[in-house]
């Protein structure tokens, strides 16, 4: 008896993944050796590869390099270039002039869009550390999922461990998950904007905040679709984008590009969307945000030191030297950061370094150090 041939189903299309990487920013936290040309994303810090080399790779598994894209300035676009030269030219986007993270988005998104309505698009940070990869590729590839499905905007929220103040966060419903891959995605209530110290601590004593990472995925369609219904300002950028980048005409989007509102991804539609859903991003995640963030990246001596160069350090705890190529010694000093480059020395408190930004912007405003910044 012959037996019936087995049918086979048909493979299941595999989705369009694009990345969008956010690579502009100034070097202001990371001064000295950030500079306005040469901001964090371009600096060898966490690694031996520079923070955007490194979000790059993280990330090939799920996207491949031909269907990245970044955004930024023409400077640092062409650091983008030398270090990417395999990377498409018409996937480097540079910015006519910098209008935050809401334009650049839908600007990228936008291009998207007119290839495939239906791609799934992962916004990202050119400049986070990320210590757990295969958990982030295994979420990541779960919310890409989720989002084609659903037709839902996605975003990854920190589990927070103290009261920062300043993140952003978001309020989600923990008792109504929706699953898709064995990750749970909870439906967003609210985005708050770095709090006081005081409703911190009410948000991390709740236990249904996160803070937001700034890490995004949905499709290009559904960006449009909720621009259109919650974001009129945004959308009306976002129609133009389009007729200009139809048109192949630069004058007509550098114009559309000048008069979007000048807002964050946040404030222009993540806020006002509808439906947007946040996945748990315990994943081993820092923004890096100034110097004595890596004391938490870098090997330390039984002391708490860490460094880049060759340390001699004597009754000195909590200690981050930059200054590689050469001898730092440390006599009874607590918590300082040392960074020495070529044409300037920062040492600091390293409770304050959040406030390097502020000696960056006194030292623009001063004649004869604007080239310092």
């Given at each position: 008896m012959s037996r019936p041939k087995r049918t086979t189903r048909p493979k299941k299309p595999l989705r369009d993944v694009r990345a969008v990487i956010l690579a502009g920013g100034r070097g202001t936290r990371f001064w000295p050796l950030g500079r306005a040309d040469k901001p964090k994303q371009f600096l060898?810090?966490?690694g031996r590869a520079t923070m955007i080399e490194e979000t790059v790779r993280r990330i090939r598994p799920l996207v491949p390099l031909r269907k990245v894209t970044t955004v930024a300035d023409a400077v640092q676009t062409r650091r983008v270039r030398k270090l990417f030269p395999a990377l498409p030219a018409a996937n480097m986007i540079v910015e006519p002039v910098a209008r935050n993270t809401g334009p650049a988005l839908a600007l990228a998104t936008a291009r998207i869009w007119l290839d495939n309505p239906e791609a799934v698009v992962v916004a990202l940070p050119a400049d986070h550390l990320i210590k757990d990869e295969k958990r982030f590729l295994r979420k990541l590839g779960s919310a890409v999922e989720m989002s084609a499905r659903a037709g839902a905007m996605v975003i990854f929220g920190i589990p927070p461990t103290?009261?920062?103040t300043g993140y952003g966060y978001i309020r989600f419903e923990r008792e109504r998950p929706r699953t898709c891959g064995r990750e749970a995605f909870y439906p967003v209530r609210a985005f708050k904007?770095?709090?006081s110290v005081e409703l911190a601590d009410e948000f991390l004593a709740a236990g249904d905040c996160a803070w937001n990472s700034g890490m995004f995925v949905w499709t290009a369609e559904t960006f449009a679709r909720q621009a259109e219904a919650c974001a009129p300002a945004l959308f009306s950028f976002w129609k133009k984008a389009v007729e200009a980048l139809r048109s192949g005409n630069r004058g007509r989007?550098?114009?559309a590009f000048e008069g979007a509102p000048a807002l964050s991804i946040d404030y222009a539609l993540m806020e006002k969307a509808q439906g947007v859903l946040v996945a748990e991003g315990d994943f081993g995640w820092s923004d890096i945000g100034a110097w004595s963030s890596l004391l938490e990246v870098w090997p330390r001596d039984r002391d708490g030191n860490a460094a880049r160069g060759e340390l001699a350090a004597l009754d000195s705890r909590g200690c981050l030297v930059w200054n590689p190529g050469r001898l730092t010694a440390l006599v009874g000093v607590r918590?300082?950061?040392v960074v020495d480059t070529k044409d300037a020395l920062?040492?600091?408190?390293?409770?304050?370094?959040?406030?390097?930004?502020?000696?960056?912007?006194?030292?623009?405003r001063e004649r004869g150090r604007k080239k310092l910044v």
């Open positions: 060898q810090i966490a103290y009261p920062a904007e770095k709090p989007l550098r114009a918590n300082l950061i920062l040492v600091c408190d390293a409770d304050l370094d959040q406030k390097v930004k502020v000696l960056v912007e006194a030292l623009s």
